[in-house]
Nanobody, 129 residues
Framework: EVQLVESGGGLVQAGGSLRLSCAAS????????IGWFRQVPGKEREGVSC????????FYADSVKGRFTIASDYAENTVFLQMNSLKPEDKAVYSC??????????????????????WGQGTQVTVSS
């Protein structure tokens, strides 16, 4: 059974950092695109970043570029999202998602939630001003 479990959310002051984890089970990360998304009540889910694990290629939304870093760890079968210089507008429920892909093409397409097959439950990130 494929499962994605997020952890690492919490409350942090503006300017602070958090590292989110997306632990995968039921599959190995190779040949997958893993994406991070966030959602606030009343708004559409927003793609934040994604990684093609086979080549470690990454893509970021403009809103987080230069502040967030996505990385994969095969040994732990986990994808991390390091979030630095957090802003109050980064507050959201963050979820990871996965899709098996042989040749992903442009990773920008993988900031769209419809591209993904598997989803985690999410972890809350709150940034106080």
């Amino acid at each position: 059974e494929v499962q994605l479990v997020e952890s690492g959310g919490g409350l942090v002051q503006a300017g602070g950092s958090l590292r989110l984890s997306c632990a995968a089970s039921g599959f190995t990360l190779e040949d997958y695109v893993i994406g991070w998304f966030r959602q606030v009540p009343g708004k559409e889910r927003e793609g934040v970043s994604c990684i093609y694990t086979t080549e470690d290629t990454t893509f970021y939304a403009d809103s987080v570029k230069g502040r967030f870093t996505i990385a994969s760890d095969y040994a732990e079968n986990t994808v991390f999202l390091q979030m630095n210089s957090l802003k109050p507008e980064d507050k959201a429920v963050y979820s990871c998602a996965a899709i098996e892909v042989a040749v992903p093409g442009s990773l920008s397409a993988f900031l769209l939630e419809d591209e993904y097959e598997y989803w985690g439950q999410g972890t809350q990130v709150t940034v106080s001003s």
